[in-house]
């Protein structure tokens, strides 16, 4: 899957693309109502950051990432049970200042996200994170176990009022509707959902590709729009489907659509150093993809939207 995701790249070379990026700096865009500028690409520190096994290549991966103009870093306590957090936070111990840092917390009683909070912050070698989500909201039962009394959205409010967290989210990949409730009804700074062209669901129109309201409901239809109203900071997610739309469009073409989206950037798993420097020229070479290219990407990826959402309805972000 590594390789085959890399397909694009000799064409790319034969553009000139590498050199053209070079010197080209990192775009970076506003994260929505936090005001802050980060990079339109953030460095993935979930399954794909812990396929490197040995600490050093992944120390040497983040610190990599950060020298060629990454600024956000997005972690998790879920991710390796804290194995993700301990890798970022010996990169934090003496880059702190440079990065955008996030991490989740996926506990649902607010005593014990509390504690899990406060042992990240340990884990990260830092007393504030810029970005702290709930991590992964599924179903509707798992929202209300969320906004119960005693849940951890009160424990988020708590942190964010004593500055362990300079701002809130929720991240989902899963339902798009319950997602869409969550933001309506709650104060999120921000938001980190899955948004990829296979996940739309188009069918023909008489003005070209429209959305088919006949398929299941997507986060790019239903829940980003809300999100963009209550300006939140977006972040989009799973842009290459966990690996299951690699080889069904370009992998250039994959991160131009997610961008091309209205978010403020994109995070992606680079479990080789050279996906990062790949990645790095695509981002540095940026242009948004036309709404008619869209829409058609989205008509051809159409086919693989049912399994996707049955993969991700069970799928575990860990």
Known sequence: ???????????????????????????????????????????????????????????????????????YMDTAFGYGNGVSETR??????????????????????????????????????????????????TTAEDLAAIEAKGGVLETLYKVRDQKMARFIGITSHTD??????????????????????????????QRGMEPNPAMPTSFEAIALPVANRKKMGVIAMKIFGQGHIVDKAPIEKLIRYSLSLPVAAAVLGMPQLGFIDQNVEIARNFK????????????????VKAELDRFFADHLDA
């Open 1 to 71: 899957m590594d390789l085959s995701r890399r397909k694009f790249l000799g064409t790319a070379a034969a553009t000139g693309m590498a050199a053209q990026a070079r010197n080209a700096p990192m775009p970076a865009r506003t994260l929505g109502k936090t005001g802050a500028k980060v990079s339109v690409l953030a460095f993935g520190c979930g399954s794909r950051f812990l396929m490197y096994k040995e600490e050093d290549k992944a120390l040497e991966a983040a610190n990599k990432a950060i020298d060629l103009g990454i600024t």
């Open 88 to 137: 970022i936070g010996k990169v934090m111990k003496t880059r702190r200042k440079e990065v955008w840092l996030a991490t989740k917390i996926n506990k649902r009683d607010g005593t014990e996200a509390m504690r899990v909070i406060e042992d990240s912050l340990k884990r990260l070698q830092t007393d504030q994170v810029d970005l702290l989500h709930i991590h992964s909201l």
């Open 176 to 205: 798009p509707t319950v997602l869409k409730t969550a933001l309506e009804r709650h104060d999120f700074d921000c938001t980190q959902m899955a948004l990829n062209a296979a996940r739309v669901g188009m069918k023909d129109g």
């Open 288 to 303: 948004p993809l036309p709404k008619k290219e869209m829409l058609s990407m989205a008509q051809d990826l159409a086919p």
